[in-house]
């Protein structure tokens, strides 16, 4: 097959170099791609929101099968346009991929459906006066979000009214999201461990993927902003196997049962971000593609030909596919530039990355790269994510392989979180604790 990944990100240089492995890929294209995506695929110098651009190379490329990584060309209709053409692509329809394109859409939908998600009150610009008085009345913290596409940023944890009526302005005043903050969700604060699991389908069967943890915030101990992601690990043990089930039942079965009945078959994958309360799992956002940076810890889990994966979905035959997991677990740091997710500089030369090519189980994915002159230069927020594989459950190993590539990376203003995989450990940590005086507590009994 000749193959065409859309994007270029971290996400997309680890669907590439997943597809790579695949004795079914013959050439692989990625558009726009970087710097990391380039050393092994031939890159295509059309953006990710030129949906005419793409279809047109696409036709004079005959691609059999393009996989879209970012959520805008999903949410501008590229699925439709390619379909419309004959042309087979991965990922949902314009109207199934609202469900990450419109925050409202999203939790009115929830709300209808009975699939469980915090409590919650939307406003749009012409109602700001009442979303103010509405945040005076309800208690702290809550969560604001914006209901348009903002990069993963557009959701504010805010622990006082005074910084919600902040945010409030910022979104709908300032315009800080652009029309993404038109319309707001104002919606109370769940507490628990969050989760990632993805799904892949083809709009009535479904398949899931090792649960991955995300950190999002930009500093140690989930402090500070909000970005698009600092780094996440798999399989995250929060998500045992009574909770994965109780999810696809409550959550991902009726959620593609209701799409599909409002005319919205969803194929591609199904992202769920979740909240594991006490009162079990709830959604706390749904993205219509792969996580980033999930993907860059969840691929190298996986065994077996991706490729089929993702034809199953295309062709609607996943009845009979099984996924198959590696023993094993992994963690994604990423290397951020300085002063992400605020303003922050590019053009960095990196320094290193021939020292980590070596290194056993670890993979460099580029995120935001470029080349310049023969040389590797940072061109965005995130810059990489070094992805370590270790054995079994043993996250230690994981954690410490990971960091070990990490400390031989370097460029100017180079930031990264130095906490990536802690929660595992103390989860793993805990539950051998409690097995342990399980087992002494029925010795006893004896």
């Not at 590229?78 to 469900?99: H, N, Q, S, W, Y």
């Not at 109780?246 to 769920?272: F, H, M, Q």
């Not at 609607?316 to 990423?334: D, P, S, Y």
Request: include cysteine; hydrophobic fraction near 40%.
């Amino acid at each position: 097959m000749n193959v065409l990944i859309i994007g270029s990100g971290g996400r997309e240089h680890a669907l590439a170099w997943k597809l790579r492995q695949s004795p079914k890929v013959d050439k692989l294209f990625c558009a726009p791609g970087n710097a990391g995506i380039g050393e092994s695929v031939e890159l295509v110098p059309i953006k990710a929101d030129d949906l005419a651009g793409l279809l047109k190379f696409a036709r004079s490329n005959r691609i059999d099968l393009t996989v879209v990584g970012p959520e805008v060309p999903l949410t501008l209709g590229i699925v439709d346009l390619f379909e419309k053409d004959g042309m087979r692509i991965f990922g949902p329809t314009k109207l199934a991929a609202e469900i990450e394109g419109s925050k409202v859409f999203a939790k009115q939908f929830m709300r209808k459906y009975k699939i469980p998600t915090a409590e919650f009150r939307t406003f749009d610009a012409t109602q700001r006066y009442e979303a103010e008085r509405y945040i005076h009345e309800v208690p702290v913290p809550i969560v604001l979000k914006a209901d348009g596409l903002a990069a993963g940023k557009g959701a504010v944890v805010c622990e006082t009214k005074d910084k919600a009526l902040e945010v409030l302005h910022d979104m709908m005043v300032q315009k800080v999201f652009g029309e993404a903050g038109e319309r707001v969700v104002i919606e109370e604060y769940m507490v628990g461990e969050e989760a990632s699991l993805l799904a892949v389908t083809d709009g009535v069967q479904f398949v899931t993927l090792p649960a991955a943890q995300d950190h999002k915030r930009i500093l140690d101990g989930e402090r500070g902003k909000n970005t698009g992601g600092m780094g996440a690990y798999a399989p995250t043990p929060f998500v045992t196997e009574k909770i994965l089930e109780k999810t696809k039942r409550s959550i991902i079965r009726p959620t593609l049962n209701g799409l599909s009945k409002e005319g919205r078959l969803y194929r591609g994958c199904l992202y769920c971000g979740l909240m594991l309360t006490q009162t079990g799992p709830k959604v706390v956002e749904f993205n219509c593609r792969f996580g980033d940076p999930e993907t860059q810890a969840i691929l190298p889990l996986l065994e077996g030909d991706f490729a089929d994966l993702l034809l199953a979905a295309v062709s609607g035959t996943l009845q009979n596919f099984k996924v198959k997991e590696r023993l094993a677990t992994a963690v994604c740091v990423v290397i951020a530039s300085g002063g992400y997710p605020d303003m922050y500089e590019v053009g960095k030369e990196i320094l290193g990355l021939d020292g980590v090519s070596g290194l056993e189980d670890v993979t460099i994915f580029h995120a935001g790269t470029e080349l310049e002159h023969g040389k590797v230069v940072t061109s965005g927020g995130r810059v990489l994510g070094v992805t370590a594989v270790g054995p079994g459950d043993n996250f230690d190993v994981t954690i410490s392989r990971a960091y070990q590539a990490v400390s031989k990376i370097t460029f100017d203003g180079a930031y990264y979180r130095s906490d990536i995989g802690a929660k595992a450990l103390k989860a793993v940590e805990m539950m051998s604790i409690r097995l342990n005086t399980m087992r002494e507590y029925e010795g006893g009994c004896e």
